[in-house]
């Protein structure tokens, strides 16, 4: 059968025992738990889950950040079940996200905490068939269930483990069926690339139901048999300097979140701030999980160095759930590299190197990681030679075994074949190249804007968009195109209203327009400004096509808007047409 993820795992809690903590920092205390104490409550609540479900069944655990999760999805490992981590649904649209996943994964129990679970039946009731109850448990409370009676099923290498559902950035999300020897092979290489051996920390505030802070934060430690440090994301995000105290606090040795939560630092961590942070232990700084800005982790370095930290350290990672997380990253020390590149030469998928002063910047995200990476052209599926533009497929033992219930979608994904016959690999649906062997990731392919032959990548849109005034520097964007007599460029720009200068929004909207007519050469754009948060998943990323629809329905909170003429004709006469 070969060995699984449970094997190797309590051989580490049982190994180091007492003297390795998972940490978890609430706002008034701290609430640890040593990796004894951890074996004992996921024994506990394996047996109870075991009482109540079968080998392969599916658990959805909706629990705020805390210990509790962790204890819930170690006790669904030894169980054998299936666990499903989500977000605790909030908003309208969270709802719907969660009683998707509720009914596309056939859940048959919900854990969640005692103080949550009459919330959480009283959200999933109407979804939930009157002649299929599913069945809801607490598991955050002592002795419900016997570890001593606890017995390890059997679980094969290939087994999955957990689904691990996707953020639905371009798509509606599906549930990744990550194996055992998935988490084994991946775990394995972020503990060697994020140097997480026994002596290691790990801290980090990335929620536990993204692939990052699943396999990242929580169990490429445990794997390691490093110590664990951990708080809720809203602790980062109402006060980002606690992070950075945290890691000074702890003396981590590694950390890892989205390029948007080192810019935040940036701009909200104050002198006075800085002058009581050691951050000298750091031996490894991740940037990933989104489009990776080459300025900020230059500026991050600038502004922390004071503190001990050196930019050397600071590499970009990219990865995704299909492949449970890590695909590559620079090696530590090297730090992450930028090329500059032309901009018309890579609207056509070639790769033109440009001096520093007068090319786009792209940050490396280092070679592969265990796994092989070839660069196919999507339409043809044929490989294009270094230095040309294609979608990345990845091969090895870190690619998960398809999609939950979905056969069809999987054999297209997970087992491609290139032109030659080669693979089987799956196909990320993102853009990139490779040069002297490094990883440069452009955009998603989905989201691609193809304009009188020329390709646009919407994230070096918005990324331009933010440096024209100060009212849209920290705030979203989101560009995609329309098509009425041809395509047309459309960009939806969150703003801070209260920033506007005093030309208004009609000066902003029209310094904005003639940013993206000068770096992108396209004619008329259509700028809305709003003064909501467009779209985003649960992780963060903004969901391009989620608010292109909702600029079609007219549901945006637009504040000002410069719409081309024929774009707004077909918005508002009858019978005109967008797609």
Known sequence: MGKNFVDHLREKLLEFGDTRTYTFLREAHDDGRTFRVLDERAREIAEMVSRRTAPGDR???????????????????????????????????????????????????????????AAVLAQ???????????????????????????????????????????SGSTSEPKGVMVTHANLLHNCAVIAEIWQLDAGATMAGWVPHFHDMGMVGMLLAPLYAGANCVHCAPLSFVKRPVRWLEMLSRFRATATAAPDFAYELCVRQVTAEQVSTLDLSSLRVVVDGAEPVRPATLDTFAEKFAPAGFRREIAAAGYGLAEATLVVASAAPEDGASVRHVQLDALSRNEVRLAPANDGWPLVGHGGARGCEIRIVDPATTAEVGEGRVGEIWVGGPSVAGGYWNQPEVSEETFRAHTSSGAGPFLRTGDLGFLLEGELFVTGRHKDLIVMQGRNIYPQDVEQAVRQVDSAVLSRQGAAFSVRSDREHLVLVQEIRARQVGAGGLADLAERIQQAVVRRFDVSFPSILLVDRPVPRTTSGKVQRRATRERFLAGELSTVHAVLHPAVESALREPGGVLR
């Open 124 to 166: 999933i009731a109407e979804h939930v068939p009157a002649d299929r109850p599913i069945d809801c448990a607490a598991t955050d409370s002592a002795g419900i269930g016997d570890a001593a009676a606890w017995r390890q099923p059997e679980i094969a290498a290939d087994s999955v483990a957990y689904l691990q559902y996707t």
């Open 59 to 117: 658990a959805l655990l909706l629990y705020p950040s805390g210990p509790e999760f962790l204890e819930a999805f170690l006790g669904c490992l030894y169980a054998g079940v299936l666990a499903v981590p989500a977000p605790v649904a909030q908003y309208r649209h969270s709802l719907d996200r969660l009683t998707g996943i509720l009914t596309d994964a056939g859940v048959e129990l919900i854990l969640t905490t005692a103080e949550d679970r």
